[in-house]
């Protein structure tokens, strides 16, 4: 069976967390695209350029080391503008979309150019305060010392770049489900995302 689930959304808006839970309800594999561009980001900091960072990307590097990090995720954000870097990392992601079993991929960009046929499309949201509140709490108990107004800060410019770039902006697509995790606990909010993408599975499966 082939079943793709797009599932984007600003940072911190949930996402992941409902990406992870839908995948392992349904059996489905799980890519955050967003480890795509952080491990382009990480190469960027080290010195190479980023277009060849992103055409020499290989799977291995997606597992190495920490790339949820507060600088990581601001490099992310820059290479992620530049349209020769989006343009090294579509095939994998389609060819990940594409694979037997039903795949489900999360991002800014995965129902409006990556896939925008797929068979379902969720665009998680919630307020930039309370993204920035869950942020900073993960950010914390990994024992950084950033405060919540430099990740409200944080969010609020990758939010404005990721949605103002000309190449793939981060925007719902026309037939997208919007959720608004801002007053969901996470329990409520994987429910209904499992609701909404099981109404759409083919029964005979
Ligand atoms: O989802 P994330 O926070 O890990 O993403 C990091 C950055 O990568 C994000 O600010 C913008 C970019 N990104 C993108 O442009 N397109 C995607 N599909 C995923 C992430």
Do not use: W
């Not at 911190?12 to 382009?40: C, E, M, P």
């Not at 020499?56 to 870097?85: F, N």
């Amino acid at each position: 069976m082939r079943f793709t689930v797009a599932i984007d959304g600003p940072a911190a808006a949930g996402k992941g967390t409902i990406s992870k839970g839908v995948a392992a309800h349904f059996g489905f594999a799980h890519l955050d695209t967003g480890l795509l561009y952080r491990a382009v980001g990480r190469r960027m900091l080290g010195g190479t350029d980023p277009v060849t960072a992103a055409q020499e990307l290989s799977a291995d590097e997606l597992e190495q080391g920490d790339l949820r990090t507060a600088e990581i995720a601001q490099a992310a954000s820059k290479v992620a503008v530049i349209p020769e870097v989006r343009s090294a990392l579509v095939d994998f992601q389609r060819a990940f979309a594409r694979r037997a079993g039903g795949a489900v991929l999360d991002g800014r960009d995965i129902g409006t150019v990556i896939c925008p046929t797929a068979e379902i499309k969720l665009f998680v949201t919630a307020s930039a305060e309370v993204r920035a509140q869950r942020r900073y709490l993960e950010l914390n108990a990994k024992g950084s010392d950033v405060t919540r107004e430099q990740v409200l800060a944080d969010v609020r410019e990758r939010d404005a770049r990721d949605a103002d770039r000309s190449t793939a902006p981060m925007k719902p697509a026309e037939d997208a489900v919007m959720l608004d995790t801002t007053d969901l606990n996470i329990q409520t909010a994987l429910a209904k995302a499992v609701a909404v993408i099981g109404e759409k599975l083919p029964t005979a499966r």
